[in-house]
């Protein structure tokens, strides 16, 4: 006679466990859907308000892939100042014809380049060898000194990377704030790039983030100790005052919340560079502040701004002397 299975049953007891197992669940939800957006919440208004720090983004949210070679001597001395680091794209990724040197600010008193190694990697991953320098700031010097260490990254950079293909690669200076203003001094002011070497050749662009290129240093208090070198003359130290016929062409970014750098630097900039009839592309993007431009850079923060493709896009326009992007290069590209 054939087995009759009871059929289960949920007593009282067993439905009441079930029920606070339900509610068990959805209670954890909502407290990690809660703690998520409070977490994001938290990022935007210290993204906002320019408190969360570059370094803490260095570590947490910077591309994973790209190769670094740390810690160059540019200047052969002994000043821990006068290194770089190189970044380098992964391999398989399509090597882009440019390289960027990019510099970072600080108001010329802070900074250092293991801080931005989210841009370098950012850079690196879409296929652009990327090189970082740190450079003296004051009260160690004062302008145009710092600058003048930027020249001698740029002029390194040619010779150890650009000149060891041929034809030679194209460099771009891109720079964020203060690092903003010297790669503009570097691109429009040909002195500091010739004082190095006469042979050196001059910058192919300039990219430019939320650069104070036409404030007058000496006179605001954050800024005038590190140029008073120059407060008799001090459009000496505002690259628009070097705006003349044959700049290269330029990418100015800047954010429309930023309280630090007004937007009318990169406006001015990007009219006087049109009057002299060179490329000067803009973007500017809502509800990104001063530090929260360059942390758009970085894998957490690239939905907030298109500030890395529109990057990519400009300086993938940057070739080599023939065009071609067929380098035959001594060492890696």
């Not at 008799?232 to 970014?253: N, Q, S, W």
């Not at 990007?270 to 490329?279: I, N, Q």
Request: aromatic fraction near 10%.
């Amino acid at each position: 006679m054939p087995r009759v299975r009871p059929v289960a049953t949920w007593t009282f007891t067993q439905t009441k466990r079930r029920t606070n197992v339900v509610r068990s669940i959805i209670r954890g939800g909502i407290i990690t859907s809660l703690t998520v957006a409070v977490f994001f919440v938290g990022i935007m208004m210290l993204l906002r308000f320019d408190v969360i720090s570059t370094k803490a983004i260095s570590s947490l949210f910077g591309d994973w892939g790209p190769s670094v070679e740390s810690d160059i001597a540019y200047i052969d001395d002994a000043n821990p100042r006068h290194r770089l680091d190189v970044y380098r794209p992964p391999s398989g990724t399509l090597e882009r014809d440019a390289i960027i040197v990019f510099l970072y600010g600080g108001s010329w008193t802070s900074g250092d380049r293991g801080t931005y190694a989210f841009v370098g990697q950012a850079f690196a991953a879409r296929g652009y060898t990327t090189v970082i320098p740190d450079y003296r700031l004051y009260p160690e010097v004062q302008f145009p000194k710092f600058v003048e260490d930027a020249a001698a990254a740029y002029a390194w950079t040619e010779r150890n990377l650009a000149r060891s293909c041929t034809p030679a690669r194209p460099i771009i200076v891109a720079g964020h704030s203060a690092g903003a203003h010297m790669a503009a001094q570097l691109a429009f002011d040909r002195r500091f790039i010739a004082s190095q070497n006469p042979s050196v050749t001059p910058p192919a662009a300039l990219i430019g983030m939320a650069g104070p290129y036409t404030f007058e240093p000496t006179t605001w208090p954050s800024t005038r100790d590190a140029f008073a070198s120059v407060s008799a003359t001090p459009d000496v130290a505002r690259p628009i005052t070097f705006v003349k016929a044959g700049p290269p062409p330029a990418l100015l970014v800047h954010g429309l919340a930023d309280d630090l750098v007004n937007l009318k630097n990169t406006r001015e900039l990007a009219s006087a560079l049109a009057a002299v009839g060179t490329s000067a592309e803009t973007a500017e993007y809502e509800n990104i502040g001063h530090i929260g431009l360059v942390l758009t850079l970085s894998k957490f923060f690239r939905w907030r701004a298109p500030t890395l493709d529109n990057i990519d896009q400009f300086a993938s326009k940057i070739k080599s002397a023939d065009g071609t992007g067929k380098m035959v290069c001594n060492s890696p590209r």
